[in-house]
């Protein structure tokens, strides 16, 4: 059976209520006080009652004072103010015992935890963006209690609180209105404003006092000020908002609006620049400007022409009346005027324009030299200007100028004519040049002679004076013949046409129908001189020649005087007697020309200036042809070419009869030369229409064998012996009657040389360079080559040079080519190689001879390749210490098990530390000198056929410790 007992402050142990006959107990009710629970379990009377360990309940005062206040209204985004205990807290497990949790719920329903640190007594919610409750639940021992929720109203912030205008004012004047609408969202029962201004928007802004409307109006303002809104909505303020601020630009007063200019100008002439200050004062130093003017009988206006300048207006022609002008100054807003000021007047007079300056001459085309007529006033115009600054018909400051400019098509600059002061101008000047000239006459008129009026330009054509109208002075004709009578072409007024007229000065008389440049005379019948000039108009210009004398020139004559004969085809002369000794107008020399009675064309011309041999070629394609020579002309020319004089046919005679027999032309194959790798070659000749022989031409060189001189071929020989290879020029001549033709030939003989030999294959140790030794070549030239590894050839061409810079340990290959000829003879080209192996002796710097099988011995690498060598050792003060040569080296007492891993190959021991005498030398530097021999052997008797010594020195460490 059970039974279930408690304990309390309040009573010892007695029955638990409730049920408390089972194995498990439930309290019936909430505990009070600690209390403490055992069960008593029976069985029967034989076995004693058994109370079990008790069980403790500690039972917490409950917490009492979890309460709590915050603001009841936030604007969105804002964080409420801080939630803090509003009471004492108390129970639980008392003071220090106390942790919390803050929760909040934003319309779900659902409580959950508030964000930030909520386990504070007090807690700071972050910016809220909707309505939200919070509470806070209290935890101590076993006590929690939970205070009742708190709601914080969220207003959406403000918007659209914007105030508008900017405003730019002049100084100590009331801005517009500024004005914003109603802002929207926060709480919209509570809307309240209040206007804050700030001399500087990055500044302090001050509250302005009952500015509390939707709306300012600023009072007159004496400088730049800056007003805002603040708008404010919901309990305790909870939205607050700034608006943008609006600038009120205060301008000063604009200063120093002057102007200047005032000036006298004739009508129709460019106004003065009118000159404006600088001014003072406004915005900035930025202006606006606007140029105003008005006239007697106009109201103020804007001036004409670009009037925003602040200084140099150009009002432009005045071709109205006299004119006011002044200037209005702006300063302020974007168009830079809300504050404006004006300017004092100043007054552009304008007196009339000058009338009836027309200028006028009797005659405008003159020929370069004339006389100008005068320059006068156009009687059309009126007998003298008017207008400028005339007063009942009299102008006292009338003043007259006349100008002058040369130019062709438009004057050139003008100049100031001196002394020309009148109203006419009759200075009568000489053209004196062929430019155009352009007169113009200047008045002027007005107190400073402010109307000034040029006249029209009257333009003076001047034509060209003639030049280069010349003639020849002396000329001539052949007799019975016509003449060009000739000049140069005269120069004149361009683009205008000249006329022409030849004049016989003898008689005076003008030659028919001589209106040309040049004039075709004649014929001259007679020998009589002749004397002419040409005249020659251009334009306002006319011109005479010089005067010419015509020579008339009597013709030339001559005759042949050979008789037949017979002739190879080469040159010859034949004969002339010419007439020029019986003539006495003439010029020489002559110039001939023959015909040979075969050939359709002229023979010559041959020039001649007496009787004498004029050369023929003679030529033929038959075997003989016969030739007929004849005159066919005789002519002489003068120097220029002006005349042509040729003989008549009754003044020439004379016919040579000439047979020519034709020279053969032979023909060698191969023709020009011919190569050959050999003693003999081989030519054919063609002896064309002859018969033919072949010959040596050089004497030089040993005579060449032929093996049948006159046959057409024949085979050339020369004697195996280096002396006769070379070059041989051979001819073959061919012989028909008394005329002969040559062919010629060079034929070169190459000798074939001996097959190449480069040498013996060779070792070489301690350097890196090797005399090569190759068989020279028996002919031609040789030619070293690297085949293979590396290696300098000092001369490629020397069979006995030098290698350099041979690559270490490997195969250096070299080349020797022999080759002999070139083109068809080349002979066969030799080669063959020479390979050279560079080992090198290894030399280690010490050893220490100590038994202890670490570099036991001094040993060198690559010895073995010697066939003999001597090693001489000496210590510091020069003395031999031992001699090891290929002969004693076997000599060594060598201790195999001391040399470490063993000798390699080509690995030798040269020395074991000791002395001649046998004992061990002491540590210390010895030095040593390798003497090295190589034996080159003949490949096939094994002869020794060279030795290549080399020789080395160095030094060793012996240590023994």
């Not at 709601?151 to 100084?171: A, H, M, Q, S, Y």
């Not at 009002?315 to 702006?330: E, K, N, S």
């Not at 010029?587 to 010559?604: A, F, I, K, R, S």
């Not at 004849?630 to 002006?642: K, L, M, N």
Request: net charge negative; glycine share 10%.
């Amino acid at each position: 059976t059970y039974l279930w007992i408690d304990s309390t402050s309040t009573h010892t142990w007695q029955p638990a209520p409730g049920t408390n006959n089972q194995k498990d107990y439930t309290f019936p009710g909430p505990l009070s006080d600690t209390t403490y629970f055992r069960r008593v379990v029976t069985s029967g009377v034989v076995l004693p009652a058994d109370t079990s360990f008790r069980i403790t309940f500690n039972v917490h005062p409950a917490i009492t004072g979890n309460t709590v206040t915050a603001p009841d209204t936030v604007c969105s985004g804002n964080a409420p103010q801080l939630f803090v205990s509003s009471s004492v807290i108390g129970g639980g497990l008392g003071p220090g015992t106390y942790a919390y949790k803050w929760q909040k719920e934003e319309g779900s329903g659902i409580f959950t935890n508030a964000d930030g640190t909520i386990t504070q007594a007090s807690y700071q919610a972050p910016g809220l963006t909707a309505t939200t409750q919070f509470r806070r639940i209290a935890y101590s021992g076993a006590c929690e209690d939970t205070t009742g929720a708190l709601t914080v109203k969220v207003w959406e912030r403000l918007t659209g609180n914007e105030i508008t205008p900017n405003d730019t004012i002049c100084f100590n004047t009331t801005p517009d209105l500024i004005t914003g609408p109603v802002p929207g969202e926060g709480d919209p029962a509570d809307k309240r404003y209040r206007w804050e201004i700030a001399a500087d928007p990055e500044g302090t802004w001050s509250q302005i006092g009952g500015a509390v409307n939707r709306t300012y109006q600023s009072p007159a303002l004496t400088q730049t000020r800056y007003i805002r809104r603040i708008a404010l909505s919901g309990s305790d303020d909870a939205c607050v908002d700034t608006s943008n601020h609006v600038e009120i630009l205060n301008i000063p007063l604009i200063t120093n609006n002057t102007v200047s200019g005032t000036a006298t100008v004739c009508r129709g002439d460019q106004a003065p620049l009118l000159t404006g200050s600088e001014p003072g004062g406004g915005y900035q130093g930025q202006y606006s400007y606007r140029w105003e003017a008005r006239t007697a009988s106009t109201a103020w206006g804007p001036a004409p022409g670009l009037n925003d300048v602040m200084s140099g207006y150009g009002a432009g022609i005045m071709d109205g009346d006299t004119t006011l002008f002044r200037r209005v100054v702006g300063s302020g807003g974007a168009a830079r005027n809300v504050c404006q000021n004006t300017s004092n007047q100043v007054f552009i007079h304008v007196l009339p324009s000058i009338t009836g300056n027309v200028i006028t001459t009797a005659d405008d085309m003159k020929c370069q030299g004339d006389i100008l007529e005068d320059l006068t006033q156009d009687p059309g115009a009126g007998p003298e200007p008017g207008g400028g600054a005339t007063v009942g018909d009299v102008d006292p400051t009338r003043r007259y100028r006349w100008e002058v400019a040369t130019g062709q098509d438009t004057p050139g600059a003008w100049q100031e004519i001196a002394g020309a002061a009148s109203l006419d101008y009759g200075g009568n000047p000489l053209m004196d040049t062929e430019e155009d000239r352009w007169y113009r006459r200047i008045v002027f008129s007005g107190p400073d002679e402010q109307c000034i009026d040029t006249s029209n330009w009257q333009r003076i054509i001047v034509h060209r004076q003639i030049t280069g109208n010349t003639i020849e002075p002396f000329d001539s004709v052949c007799f019975g013949t016509t003449k060009i009578l000739a000049g140069s072409t005269p120069q004149g007024e361009p683009e205008v046409t000249a006329r022409y007229t030849w004049r016989d000065t003898d008689s005076g008389d003008l030659l028919p129908g001589s209106d040309e440049e040049d004039h075709n005379a004649g014929p001259y019948n007679s020998l009589d001189t002749r004397h002419y000039e040409r005249i020659v108009s251009i334009g306002e210009c006319t011109d005479t020649s010089n005067a010419m004398q015509l020579t008339v020139m009597q013709l030339p004559g001559g005759r042949l005087t050979d008789g037949p004969f017979r002739a190879c085809e080469y040159d010859t002369v034949l004969f002339i007697d010419l007439t020029a000794d019986r003539l006495h107008t003439y010029m020489l020399p002559w110039e001939v020309t023959l015909t040979d009675g075969v050939g359709p064309e002229p023979v010559g011309p041959y020039v001649v200036s007496g009787d004498g041999n004029l050369p023929v070629t003679l030529e033929t394609e038959a075997d003989s042809t016969q030739y007929n020579y004849e005159i066919a002309s005789i002519t002489y020319a003068s120097p220029g070419g002006r005349y042509l004089c040729q003989a008549p046919a009754d003044s020439i005679s004379g016919v040579v009869p000439v047979e020519v027999f034709r020279v053969p032309e032979p023909v060698i194959t191969p023709a020009d030369s011919a190569k050959v790798c050999d003693i003999t070659i081989t030519l054919t000749g063609d002896p064309d229409h002859g018969t033919g022989s072949w010959s040596q031409v050089n004497t030089d060189k040993p005579l060449l064998t032929f093996s049948d001189p006159g046959s057409e071929q024949t085979a050339i020989f020369i004697q195996d012996i280096p002396e006769r290879y070379g070059q041989y020029r051979i001819r073959y001549r061919s012989v028909a009657g008394d005329c002969y033709g040559d062919a010629f030939t060079d034929v070169t003989f190459f000798e074939q040389p001996e097959p190449a030999y480069a040498g013996a294959d060779t070792m070489i140790f301690f350097i890196n360079s090797i005399q090569l030794h190759a068989d020279p070549p028996t002919a031609g030239t040789g030619t070293w080559t690297l085949e293979s590894g590396s290696g300098i050839i000092h001369d490629t061409h020397d069979p006995e040079t030098y290698a350099y810079e041979l690559a270490l340990g490997e195969e250096n290959t070299f080349r020797w080519t022999v080759e002999n000829g070139e083109g068809e003879g080349k002979c066969v080209t030799y080669s063959d190689v020479v390979i050279v192996i560079r080992n090198e002796v290894k030399r280690y710097t010490g050893f220490s001879p100590n038994q202890d099988a670490d570099n036991e011995y001094y040993i060198m690498q690559g010895l073995k390749y010697a066939d003999e060598f001597t090693i001489t050792f000496f210590n510091a003060l020069g003395n031999t210490v031992r001699t090891i040569t290929h002969e004693n080296v076997d000599q060594l007492d060598v201790n195999d098990a001391l040399v470490k891993n063993g000798l390699q190959e080509d690995e030798m021991v040269v020395w074991d530390g000791r002395s001649e005498n046998g004992n061990l030398v002491p540590s210390g530097t010895y030095y040593y000198v390798v003497d090295f021999l190589l034996h080159q052997r003949d490949p096939v008797s094994g002869a020794i056929t060279r030795t290549d010594t080399y020789n080395s020195r160095d030094y060793v460490v012996v240590k023994r410790d």
